[in-house]
């Protein structure tokens, strides 16, 4: 039993780095068991040490442990591309990371008393992988997680008994923040096969986000993590999607905020730094995300833009009783045609799906005029920039002459 147990470890499968990385421990041995959170903290006299309790796993083993067993799906996936000059050696593996707290765990601790404990983790899933062309270099995808947000395919590395917004956690990640960074730059030989990866922590949620980017609270009048835009600004423009917010802009206002070289006021420092309240302690990868659909704001102009444009109502205001009639008969269509379920209260999941070109095709299903399914269509291409690893495919631009060529303001569609 022991045997077996082992063989499911990471650890148990051999694998070789160009060039080597060194494991959160610091070494390359062979070891079956899980380090301490505090393994790999640089011992620094200036530094105290996190007092924090926990365990975790060498991340380059285990994410060799994870390919391994996606062999015969990587096997599988080689098979069915038809490309001829499809190398099965050299593979390119997307892989995205995050860490969120578990919330309060009772246990019992030698005493009669239940002690409340919080609980963090971090995990990583394998988004898809693709087999690179030895001719000309393209890239074809082998494998693709049907599931990528299902706790099934997610695999924890971390494990600590802490809370996600104490300082200590941001001590405990620093080693696993470096070896990310280290495996990024080298390549995995493992199974005759060649991996090079590409890691996002896009796995994070909309207030650990505002804690490892040192942001203001959720009530803070800056209320996205991606853009510069106030409760006003995303009112007058809802379906903006320029990303603005990058690590090392964020670094910089920290620094403006720290030392406040120009001995500003609080309130227009705080200005002036646009909500920088703490530094920024991961580089994360820009993406969509519910905070950037502005607290679902544009999901709520979106929907009733679909709604209108669907009933036909174009330069006039429809009445209520019409206008909940056809957002049931769109709710209705898009259920039966894409699988869209509408929620009780609209998150921003809900927003994000009805960007998808499945949902904007069923919407065009039901608008008559060829001209506004054209109106529409460009409406969602200057709104969705994105490509499915997250990524933005260029600039967004200003949606508001397309709302003014709809005959609609942004404010009207609030309103109605």
Not at 273 to 284: A, I, R
Not at 285 to 304: C, E, F, W, Y
Not at 393 to 415: D, K, V, W, Y
Request: glycine residues 6%; charged residues 25%; contains cysteine.
């Amino acid at each position: 039993m022991a045997v077996e147990e082992r063989s499911l470890l990471p650890g148990c499968v051999k694998f070789d780095m160009d060039p080597p990385v060194l494991s959160s421990d610091g070494t390359q041995k062979e070891d079956f068991e899980p380090l301490d959170v505090q393994s790999g903290y640089p011992q620094d006299p200036a530094c105290y040490p996190p007092a924090v309790d926990g365990r975790r796993w060498p991340l380059n083993k285990a994410i060799a442990a994870a390919l391994h067993d996606l062999d015969d799906n990587i096997v599988e996936g080689i098979a069915k591309v038809k490309c001829k000059c499809v190398s099965d050696a050299k593979f390119k593996v997307f892989i995205k990371y995050g860490d969120d707290g578990m919330g309060d765990v009772k246990i019992k601790k030698g005493t009669k008393v239940e002690l409340i404990d919080k609980v963090l983790r971090l995990s990583f899933a394998i988004y898809k992988i693709t087999s690179i062309c030895s001719k000309d270099g393209s890239e074809h995808l082998v494998f693709e997680e049907t599931a990528p947000g299902s706790e099934k395919c997610c695999r924890p590395i971390l494990v600590a008994r802490a809370d996600e917004s104490s300082p200590d956690v941001a001590l405990i990640i620093q080693p696993i923040m470096q070896e990310i960074s280290n495996i990024q730059q080298s390549k995995m030989h493992l199974n005759e096969r060649v991996f090079s990866f590409d890691m996002k922590g896009t796995m994070y949620d909309e207030k650990r986000v505002r804690t490892v980017q040192g942001f203001g609270g959720a009530g803070s009048d800056y209320l996205c993590t991606l853009c510069d835009a106030t409760r006003a600004d995303a009112a007058a423009n809802p379906l903006g999607s320029k990303i603005t917010r990058t690590y090392d802009v964020n670094k910089a206002r920290y620094t403006d905020r720290k030392y406040n070289p120009e001995k500003m006021s609080t309130n227009a420092l705080y200005k002036n730094v646009l909500g920088q309240t703490g530094e920024p302690q991961v580089n994360l990868t820009p993406m969509i995300d519910s905070t950037h659909m502005n607290i679902n704001i544009a999901g709520r102009v979106l929907h009733k833009i679909y709604v209108q444009e669907s009933a036909g109502h174009i330069n006039q205001s429809m009445p209520s009783v019409a206008f909940k009639a056809a957002a049931k008969k769109l709710d209705f269509h898009l259920r039966k045609r894409a699988g869209l379920m509408t929620p009780m209260m609209a998150d921003g999941n809900y927003a994000r799906r009805l960007i998808e070109p499945a949902i904007v095709v069923a919407v065009k299903e039901l608008v008559s005029s060829e001209d506004r399914k054209l109106l529409l269509e460009q409406l969602i291409d200057n709104t969705a920039c994105y490509d499915l690893f997250g990524l933005p495919t260029r600039h967004s631009q200003s949606i508001c002459p397309l709302l003014n060529s709809m005959s609609r303001m942004p404010g009207s569609l609030l309103s109605c």
